[in-house]
């Protein structure tokens, strides 16, 4: 594994909290109950979704939970293929919420920390998402991971 046990031991009880907190794996359903706007629109090819954690407006009232992030997804996406990328978005919303990252100036996105742990928390939010019975997803370098996801979203990105 690429990353300490304690950040694992951090993202995996996340994604066992939001499934435990919310009864549901489906991010869908998690972004809609913690108040994370999902929306799809047009994107460049080659890019599934990208997140963006908001500051809260002073004018709320502190008793009042804003929207704190909205995810933005590929209108070209099927449902499946949305899950997955919406699952990736979220673990970047959870996991790096405290962190102003702009993922769009990291020059090798393969290799990037940020976007291996959010690949993580995917497959640990919804575990169906990885199949090798001969290989454990945690062995996987963050370059085969990365591979593996962007396979399966663009294996999966036009079927109906």
């Known amino acids: ?40 629109i ?51 919303v959870l996991l790096q919420k405290d962190e102003r990252l702009n993922l769009f100036d990291i020059e090798d996105q393969e290799e990037s920390l940020y976007e291996y742990e959010a690949n993580l928390f995917a497959i640990e939010l919804m575990p169906q998402i990885y199949h090798s019975p001969s290989i454990d997803y945690r062995d996987l370098t963050r370059r085969e991971l990365y591979q593996y996801m962007n396979q399966k979203i663009t294996t999966t990105f036009f079927t109906l």
């Open 1 to 40: 594994m690429e990353i300490n046990r304690k950040r694992y031991d951090r993202l995996k009880s996340m994604a066992k909290g939001c499934n435990n907190l919310f009864g549901t794996s489906n991010p869908f359903e998690i972004c809609r109950m913690a108040g994370i706007g999902v929306r799809f």
């Open 42 to 92: 047009s994107l460049s090819k080659g890019i599934y979704g990208f997140s963006d954690i908001l500051e809260k407006p002073e004018s709320i009232p502190e008793n009042v939970s804003p929207i704190n992030a909205m995810i933005y997804l590929s209108s070209a996406l099927n449902s499946y293929a949305g899950k997955i990328v919406c699952a990736h978005e979220l673990g970047h």
